[in-house]
């Protein structure tokens, strides 16, 4: 089915909209997960680019830092313990690398009964060894040994209590790109090893992965494999490593104010990795884009923090609470969407509504076409679960009033199948064919709906007539309909819509080369606010308050 509403929408970022628990954030401080999961890391290296060296500790339940000991190295690597190889150009592995390497094996001679880090750090350079903190005690090891047997053979000449092997949840820190120990950890899991830089004048920047972060870092290792890396920072510096990377950081100043309260509320209320993973919230697209203080050239401006600082500690509220879903779009062609008809649930503060603001600026890649065969369909939705044969015809099943697409369906071979909301763009995703549909805001070739489409008005709802209804021609001139059917151009061709409560007519089947065009406006699913839209109310004098309070129904800012 068509609809005589045919707007626009771009889209950077989606986030969640599931039920998530009370915010894990504690004492204005939050854990940013940087690589984890798939990702998580068997070693990974810090510099200082502002500091002098690093403590070793751990975050206890406040997120008060706990220190063990320090080094002055300014260039360390954590690593998961146990049996590591270093090849020719310092990079640790748990594998045996091509060419010449070096071994550091996971069984030491042990010395126990030490106070505190200084007093197993002042042993430990007596034999060559280093400090380690092991299930809350310090010890003294020394060697790296391939073998318990090996590791035995040296007891007697160091004196030792025994051999002891790093175990799965064991890290261990060395001196990037060389087999020098500095320290190990290994609460068997139940706390994680925290790594602080140490400030050089009260200030501290560190280099991880290509990026400057402000804060310390968590490495967890809690059930063996990979290490999890995370970001210990204050709320209001998580909030300006966003900024830059969620909207352009030379933005009118009210536009990134707005972005900065969103941005905010959504730390605060979300909690979604931190059952699975200890954080709080990702650094990726998932959650929000964060990259600390940016990779050198490229990063959070003089604009940027400002807007941050100006609104610090602001959040979204919704009848009292807290704002669970504050989420944002690039932009939405014209209206934005309920929250119900994309993602479920019916948050009071996700309404849609035309939206005037987005027409008055340029906004850039607004459209796009992409063409599937269908047998590409067909791979694709098999991939996906969908198991309807071979794909015949592919229609927009139902459109919502502010005119988005709301129902697909796919008709194949061995029967059909529809998906709704968002499904109805991320089903169409291919890294295989590196295809997408971008938007909810599309047409498909060969789906007109014959003379059941229903004419629906932005803002106004659904016609119960099309007769003496006003329509403006391409030129400019009006005139007005009469009988209760009409024929419309889109963008997939001339369709016949009705006034009234038509219903969903069979489609005609697809193009007759069997293959099916989507073409669309936008890149995303339409909810919340429009940064685009806020960029164009800034530049027409708007203020933050009012940005927010245009795009979130009956929410408050305090």
């Known amino acids: 089915m068509k609809k005589l509403l045919l707007t626009a929408l771009f889209v950077v970022t989606f986030f ?261 993973y200890g954080f709080d919230v990702c650094g990726g697209a998932d959650c929000q884009v964060y990259h600390g203080l940016g990779s050198g050239g490229a990063g959070p401006s003089d604009q940027s923090n400002d807007a941050v600082d100006n609104t610090a500690g602001e959040c979204l509220y919704y009848r009292g609470e807290l704002v669970k879903d504050a989420v944002y779009h690039s932009s939405n062609g014209g209206a934005t969407e309920d929250s119900a008809n994309v993602f479920g649930g019916d948050p009071g503060y996700l309404i849609g509504k035309p939206d005037p603001n987005e027409a008055r600026i340029t906004i850039p890649n607004y459209s796009y076409s992409v063409t599937y065969s269908a047998d590409e369909l067909t791979w694709i939705l098999e991939q996906k679960g969908y198991s309807i044969g071979t794909v015949q015809n592919v229609y927009i099943s139902e459109y919502t009033p502010m005119g988005n697409v709301k129902k697909v369906t796919f008709e194949g071979s061995r029967g059909s199948t529809t998906v709704s909301g968002d499904t109805c763009r991320t089903v169409f995703y291919s890294s295989t064919y590196n295809k997408s549909v971008r938007s909810l805001r599309f047409d498909i070739n060969g789906s007109s709906a014959g003379t059941g489409g229903s004419v629906y008005v932005s803002g106004g709802g659904q016609l119960t007539s099309l007769n003496g209804a006003f329509v403006i021609s391409g030129g400019g001139n009006m005139g007005t309909l009469s009988g209760d059917s009409a024929s419309v151009i889109s963008s997939s061709g001339i369709s016949a819509v009705s006034g009234g409560g038509g219903t969903i007519s069979r489609p005609s089947a697809g193009s007759s080369n069997g293959s099916f065009t989507i073409t669309g406006t936008g890149n995303g699913h339409n909810v919340g606010m429009s940064q685009y839209g806020a960029r164009s109310m800034a530049e027409q004098g708007y203020d933050y308050q009012d940005i927010l309070e245009f795009y979130y129904t009956d929410i408050t800012i305090r």
């Not at 430990?124 to 090996?150: K, L, N, T």
Request: with cysteine; charged share 20%.
């Open 16 to 276: 969640s909209m599931s039920a998530v628990s009370a915010s894990a954030v504690v004492n204005d401080w939050v854990k940013v997960g940087l690589w984890y999961g798939s990702n998580a890391l068997f070693s990974a290296n810090l510099e200082n680019s502002l500091g002098e060296g690093f403590e070793f500790g751990w975050f206890d339940e406040d997120r008060e830092f706990r220190s063990l000991g320090r080094t002055g190295e300014t260039q360390i690597s954590m690593t998961a313990a146990g049996d590591i190889y270093m090849n020719g150009n310092g990079a640790y592995s748990p594998d045996i690398p091509s060419g010449g390497y070096r071994f550091l094996g996971g069984w030491h001679v042990e010395l126990t009964g030490f106070r505190d880090y200084e007093d197993a750090a002042d042993a430990a350079r007596e034999y060559g060894g280093y400090p380690a903190w092991i299930s809350g005690e310090f010890v003294v090891r020394i060697g790296s040994y391939q073998s318990r047997s090996e590791a035995e053979n040296d007891v007697d000449r160091y004196g030792g209590h025994g051999a002891a092997q790093s175990s799965s949840t064991g890290i261990v820190v060395t001196v990037t790109r060389t087999d020098e120990i500095l320290f190990e950890f290994d609460c068997g899991g139940a706390r994680n090893l925290g790594v602080q830089p140490e400030g050089w004048r009260g200030e501290t920047s560190t280099w991880f992965k290509g990026y400057k972060y402000a804060g310390g870092f968590e490495y967890a290792r809690v059930t063996g494999g990979n290490i999890n890396v995370s970001n210990v920072v204050d709320v209001e510096g998580y909030v300006k490593g966003v900024i830059p990377y969620e909207m352009n950081g030379d933005w009118p100043l009210a536009a990134l104010e707005a972005q900065a309260v969103c941005a905010r509320t959504f730390v605060y209320g979300n909690s979604k990795h931190t059952s699975l």
